[in-house]
T-cell receptor
Framework: EAQVTQNPRYLITVTGKKLTVTCSQNMNHEYMSWYRQDPGLGLRQIYYSMNVEVTDKGDVPEGYKVSRKEKRNFPLILESPSPNQTSLYFC????????????FGQGTRLTVV | GDSVTQMEGPVTLSEEAFLTINCTYTATGYPSLFWYVQYPGEGLQLLLKATKADDKGSNKGFEATYRKETTSFHLEKGSVQVSDSAVYFCALKGGGNTPLVFGKGTRLSVIA
């Protein structure tokens, strides 16, 4: 089954404790991205990757890192989480190109206390 | 830059009512337009899309027509069901590897 898998689904952590949210896709998609979803703000792109070893900032990259060492995986790293990073996070992947469908993971709800 | 504006929610309808969720966009060139749906506790999934002017996307009884002259892509359904309760996102994508740009989402609640 074609899917994007994120882990964990839920995470509560403390300020400053490094964490990683994993994302994996099995569709051989070149393009992967991370979004955060906040009430009243919709989805905002954090980082994206057009292929292995190619990453770039989205609209709200501050406080986040990513890596793309393999085509299927695109982890999101919070080196020193802060409460304003409490949010619902989604990973997405798609083929490169103009009008291809994006496939989304089920989301990771992160709370930073 | 490119942007999407969709009507604020929440929208509450009775079962079998007619649904319209307005969406307008600003973009250079000729973007592709999408509606995504997010059911409770799940990620987004594509509902329908249109890639050029006057195209109509349709799926599960929902329809939207790409109107270049009014830069709009309004979502409609003739008779909603309780199972349609979800958050609906309008989105656009320009050419090449430009990102998907989303509206803020409209929450729909359908009551029996």
């Amino acid at each position: 089954e074609a899917q994007v898998t994120q882990n964990p689904r839920y995470l509560i952590t403390v300020t400053g404790k490094k964490l990683t949210v994993t994302c994996s896709q099995n569709m051989n998609h070149e393009y992967m991205s991370w979004y955060r979803q906040d009430p009243g703000l919709g989805l905002r792109q954090i980082y994206y990757s057009m292929n292995v070893e190619v990453t770039d900032k989205g609209d709200v990259p501050e406080g986040y890192k990513v890596s793309r060492k393999e085509k299927r995986n695109f982890p999101l790293i919070l080196e020193s989480p802060s409460p304003n990073q409490t949010s619902l996070y989604f990973c997405a992947s798609r083929l490169s190109g103009g009008n291809t469908e994006a496939f989304f993971g089920q989301g990771t709800r992160l709370t930073v206390v | 830059g490119d942007s999407v504006t969709q009507m604020e929610g929440p929208v509450t309808l009775s079962e079998e009512a007619f649904l319209t969720i307005n969406c307008t966009y600003t973009a250079t060139g000729y973007p592709s337009l999408f509606w995504y749906v997010q059911y409770p506790g799940e990620g987004l999934q594509l509902l329908l899309k249109a890639t050029k002017a006057d195209d109509k996307g349709s799926n599960k009884g929902f329809e939207a027509t790409y109107r270049k002259e009014t830069t709009s892509f309004h979502l409609e359904k003739g008779s909603v069901q309780v199972s349609d309760s979800a958050v609906y996102f309008c989105a656009l994508k320009g050419g090449g590897n430009t990102p998907l740009v989303f509206g803020k989402g409209t929450r729909l609640s359908v009551i029996a």
